[in-house]
């Protein structure tokens, strides 16, 4: 149902104490997976004041919005001193990029989130690169530039499919599959020659094409290990059958199946707490969130990327299934202490997002369309997180290129994308789209 929270119990996590007292939490963020994640922490803690900067109309439904931009570090400092805030989460890779967690750790607010410099796992695709190939972490051969005519040289001695990233944060859209040299070229000269891509593309990262199937797997991270949290895949492609450029995701379903019993385990012990050790033995021991974007290739996992967050919309997938509270371990996390034996807790069956966009997304999209429900969206299976949307003159507007997320959870996978794309027809406004089939393709 559309305004009410997940169940997504309160279970504490082995190891850790209960929490007793009340508690002020801020979420930093206003999209999809901000609105997924105050579901949660209002969940877990009832009674607690949760606070969601900037917000959106979906996030007042579990907390209070506060104006403040998620890139205005100094003013959520100062929001957080002044209100006592007890923990902070920081959902976008922005705002960690920029240093958030190093201002609060500075004033003695508890803070989830990497460091800036442990950030670079995402913010710079470059650094990830090196650090993976000097401590031995299975991913892609690549090779980085920042010269045009040298990257230009390098793909034109390559066999397609040829992949070039941006470097930097580019909202999940700076990741290129191109099908011939030529289209390489094209791609480099809109990066490092024309600046399609700003900052982030002035360094490029040129991969060898993996093979395999997609995974990606969530774990909470203390410095020293990590705890898996579940596993989800998303759909970039803006078209169904996977088609048509990347968008920041179309939809994702939980969990992945098909796995061997495992693989979540190698993933842990070959990839995440090397990642883990790799970082802190460099300087920058990395706390919060690790999303592992994996590709499952006949030689085992490899590394396509590494989130510094959760990743959006896969949120609005894996914490609708995650029994465990999650207050606990974040902030003892934030508070600089090792977590013990933290296990999560899931229910049964899947859950499945598709996502309502904005008529021409990944493009330029029309703000300020109405936006109404069906009443298809009452259904108790059902939750709407807000993503691109505002309010004006007290109506419900669309604001962005991805607009809500659907989600639904039922005991299989095809009952959780029935009803998903049930609840997505049901989201209305001019120019509304979808994919039907989240899910079953990819």
Not at 94 to 109: M, N, T
Not at 116 to 124: G, Y
Not at 326 to 345: C, F, N, S, T
Request: negative net charge; charged residues 20%; proline residues 6%.
């Amino acid at each position: 149902m559309e305004g009410t929270p997940p169940a997504v119990g309160a279970g504490a996590g082995a190891g850790l104490g209960l929490i007793v007292g009340h508690m002020k939490i801020l979420v930093v963020g206003g999209g999809g997976r901000e609105d997924a994640l105050a579901a949660k922490l209002r969940a877990d803690r009832p009674d607690s004041d949760l606070f969601v900067a900037p917000g959106n109309p979906g996030t007042m439904r579990w907390a209070t919005n506060v104006p403040i931009a998620a890139h205005d570090v100094a003013s959520l400092a100062r929001f957080a001193a002044s209100e006592s805030i007890d923990l902070t989460v920081v959902g976008p890779e922005q705002p960690l990029a920029a240093g958030v967690a190093d201002v609060f750790d500075d004033l003695g607010i508890p803070v989830f989130g990497p460091t800036a410099a442990a950030a670079r796992l995402e913010s710079s695709k470059a650094f990830a690169k090196d650090l993976m190939r000097r401590h031995g972490i299975p991913t892609a051969g690549f090779e980085r530039f920042t010269d045009f005519g040298l990257a230009a040289s390098h793909v034109s001695r390559l066999t397609p499919p040829i992949v070039v990233k941006a470097s930097g944060l580019a909202a999940g859209k700076g990741a290129l599959i191109c099908e011939s040299a030529e289209d390489a070229e094209h791609v480099l000269r809109h990066m490092l020659l024309d600046g399609h891509y700003g900052e982030a593309g002035l360094e490029v990262v040129i991969e060898d094409f993996l093979v395999g199937s997609e995974l990606s797997v969530f774990f909470l991270a203390d410095g020293e290990r990590a705890f898996p949290m579940g596993t989800a895949r998303d759909h970039k492609r803006r078209f169904e059958g996977d088609l048509g450029p990347n968008t920041g995701g179309m939809g994702a379903f939980s969990p992945v199946g098909g796995l061997d019993s495992g693989l979540v385990a190698r993933v842990q012990a070959e990839i995440a707490e090397p990642v883990l050790r790799a970082m802190a033995a460099e300087g920058c021991p990395y706390r919060g969130f690790l999303y592992a974007g994996l590709m499952l290739t006949a030689d085992g996992p490899k590394v396509i990327e590494f989130n510094c967050r959760l990743g959006d919309p896969e949120t609005q997938v894996v914490l609708p299934l995650l029994v465990s509270d999650l207050v606990e371990p974040m902030h003892a996390i934030a508070r600089g202490e090792r977590l013990d034996d933290w296990r999560a807790q899931t229910r049964g069956g899947s859950a499945l997002v598709t996502v309502v966009v904005s008529e021409g997304y990944p493009g330029a999209v029309t703000k300020g369309r109405p936006i109404e429900f069906a009443p298809e969206l009452e259904a108790e299976a059902l939750t709407l997180f807000h993503a691109g949307t505002a309010t004006e003159d007290g109506v419900l507007v669309t604001a962005g290129g991805r607009v809500a997320g659907v989600t639904a959870l039922a005991p299989t996978l095809a009952e959780a994308g029935e009803q998903s794309r049930l609840g997505a027809a049901a989201v209305l406004f001019e120019g509304a789209a979808w994919r039907a089939d989240i899910g079953t393709s990819g």
